[in-house]
């Protein structure tokens, strides 16, 4: 049957390295020895004030509640106290010193409580050292370092046998475990502040899109009566309603912005040509670039059928960027539109003549770093615009680009997969 010895792998050699290894030789063995009267004389009181001090800790007094077991474990530490102090250290000392420890670890005393009892003999030993050797402090101080030496390997032997029986593992996983607790208590934290989030976000939008629809509902019926949206009262009702839908793009992108840190936005792929997508918008969006004062012309539409992009999610980007260049360009200024088939992609591109983009929004676009923000100037509009263009082309698997016009101006260019395969080519690294 394999020992203590065994299983800690103290053998012969080790046992004798430890020994070498903390400077324990002949001479301190025969010097503890030759105090071996004393040790017996002094084991009682030694063994009363090791108690004591256990008992004035509540960490320790739980193990002692028994009156009956405090007397049986007073005659174990004098035995313990004098096997420590006078040997013999061979191999029978090093097992018993290794099952002590596995007794303590099993009963789950913390080490440092267990270990920290051995100051205790020590201070209690020096003190009687130099009472009895009063006239010879040298004799007095080299006992005390011989057993010190003795001690410091009873310690070690103590942490062999709490490693031995996985102390360490357990208050390693005792750890984790209410670190695990923690933080499940802050993600339930955290998912209830979203969901009030989430509901605060529902209310507010209501809020605003009620009357926003109820806006448009009425310039649309006045719309039908009428029909001339080329001259008054027609075209200012058509820029209401076109208004009405710009407002409504703009509570989408809080929505989808809000929303995106706890998640990516939702995908719903469908069969659609995004061409018509690119002609509609245009077309949405023409009454409102005729009330700025803009001319807004499609260059070239090339049909690019799809089945892997987000038809709203694309009609968003094209509506962010015709909006964008309406409010940022001065008046009289001219938008281009385009959408260009190129085998497994189509690149739709808004191009205006106007003073182009702030530097601040242009170093950010070029490192791929665009966010909200409010000292770009006026380009950046609410903040929502040009982020959330970028977003949703790369959660489509495509990109984002600005690309200097020819002479001055803006040139945004939305790159996207047509058949499903191209996107993460497109994708930045």
Do not use: W
Not at 125 to 133: G, S
Not at 334 to 361: F, M, Y
Not at 379 to 404: H, I, N, Q, T
Request: glycine share 6%; proline share 5%; aromatic share 6%.
């Amino acid at each position: 049957m394999a020992t203590l010895l065994d299983l800690t792998g103290l053998d012969a050699q080790e046992r004798e390295r430890r020994l070498r290894f903390i400077g324990f030789g002949a001479e301190d063995r025969a010097r503890l020895a030759g105090q071996a009267e004393f040790f017996d004389h002094i084991a009682d009181g030694m063994a009363e004030v090791f108690y004591d001090h256990l008992l004035s800790f509540p960490q320790t007094a739980r193990f002692l509640e028994d009156p009956v077991l405090v007397k049986r474990l007073k005659n174990a530490q004098r035995r313990h106290f004098i096997e420590l102090c006078t040997g013999p250290y061979d191999e029978a000392y090093f097992e018993s010193r290794l099952r002590v420890g596995v007794t303590h670890a099993r009963i789950h005393l913390d080490p440092h409580l267990y270990l920290g009892g051995y100051l205790i003999q020590i201070n209690y030993v020096r003190a009687r050292f130099k009472e009895k050797f009063r006239d010879n402090p040298a004799m007095a101080e080299a006992c005390t370092d011989s057993l010190i030496k003795i001690i410091m390997l009873d310690i070690a032997l103590a942490t062999d046998a709490y490693i031995y029986c996985g102390f360490v593992e357990r208050a390693t996983a005792d750890t984790r475990a209410y670190e695990t607790a923690l933080a499940q208590q802050a993600l339930e934290t955290k998912l209830r502040e979203e969901e009030k989030r989430e509901e605060l976000l529902r209310m507010i939008m209501h809020d605003i899109r009620s009357p926003v629809a109820a806006m448009m509902a009425t310039a649309r019926a006045s719309m039908r009566r009428y029909r001339d949206l080329g001259e008054p009262p027609g075209k200012q009702f058509a820029l209401v309603e076109a208004t009405g839908a710009n407002v409504l793009q703009i509570i989408d992108n809080m929505v989808s912005h809000a929303r995106a840190p706890g998640g990516e936005l939702p995908l719903s792929c469908e069969a659609f040509d995004v061409a018509e997508v690119v002609s509609a918008c245009v077309a949405q969006l023409r009454p409102f670039a005729q009330q700025t004062a803009h001319a807004m012309n499609v260059v070239e539409l090339m049909p690019a059928p799809s089945t892997h992009l987000d038809k709203t999610l694309v009609r968003r980007v094209v509506a962010n960027l015709l909006v964008n260049a309406c409010r940022h360009t001065p008046a009289g200024s001219v938008i281009e539109v385009e959408c260009i088939a190129d085998g497994q992609s189509c690149r739709i591109v808004v191009t205006d003549d106007g003073p182009g983009l702030p530097a601040a929004v242009r170093e950010a676009l070029a490192c791929a770093e665009l966010k909200p923000r409010s000292d770009a100037g006026a380009y950046v509009d609410s903040g929502l615009g040009l982020p959330f263009c970028r977003m949703a082309c790369e959660r489509m698997g495509g990109r984002l680009e600005f690309e200097p016009a020819a002479g001055r101006g803006t040139r945004f260019v939305a790159t996207l997969p047509t058949d499903g395969k191209a996107g993460p080519q497109l994708q930045r690294s």
